[in-house]
């Protein structure tokens, strides 16, 4: 039994000292949706528990690949915040990176679209948990007040919403696709995904539940015996 606790409690040591991920940055963004007008303004944060100016912003669009904030002929940064007036040549996949240029620390992507047209889906950027309730809103350029629109997802109409907005209620795997809305008289939004994230993804890939689980099989594990 001796032998087998020691063999455990070194396992949680290790798992405590050698395996805590180290916290990339996670890129945030304000207004946080995920689709903007031609012209509208953007602010881009890489944020980090460690390290606040470590970080720079970079992208991918039809304009160039791995391009840097404030580098290569877009945006304005100050410090690990990216500021941005957008146009449709800005649509692409954004995420912040160490200014060590290590690809291994960087952030997850998000994806941003830019429309030239009259109508945006207002969705989350990022992904949403489920059971949680989420809004998706139709938005028209102008008149900027609210219209009646209908919503779709992976082609399929959903519902209608007689201010412009649509809430799944509460969010399913299943609900997870490419969304799109539709006004009236206005036009179509482009499309955004919607990713959505098990309550059970974040517990199992939590150190301090590994740790959990370890030191629950040293109070189970009988006296004389050498199994884990």
Known sequence: ????????????????????????????????????????????IC???NISDGWTVRRNTTRGTRTQCDKDGWGESAGSTCNITLFPSDSGLYWCESMSGSSSS???????????????????????????????????????????????????????????????????????????CYISGQGESPSSWISVEGTDSVKTNDVYYRQEVIRSRIRDVPPGSDDL
């Open 47 to 49: 944020e980090d528990e």
């Open 1 to 44: 039994m001796e032998g087998t606790s020691h063999c455990l409690i070194f396992l949680i040591f290790f798992l405590s000292c050698s395996t805590d991920p180290v916290s990339p940055a996670a890129l945030t963004v304000s207004p946080s949706r995920s689709q903007f007008f031609d012209g509208e303004s953007v602010t881009l």
């Open 106 to 180: 960087s952030s997850s992507s998000i994806q941003l679209s830019v429309s030239g047209g009259s109508v945006i889906l207002q969705s989350p950027v990022l992904p949403v948990m489920e059971g949680d309730d989420v809004t998706l809103s139709c938005r028209a350029k102008s008149p900027a007040h609210n219209l009646p629109a209908a919503f779709y997802k992976d082609g399929s109409f959903i519902g209608h919403g007689t201010t412009g907005n649509f809430t799944l209620n509460p969010v399913r795997r299943s609900d997870e696709g490419l969304y799109h």
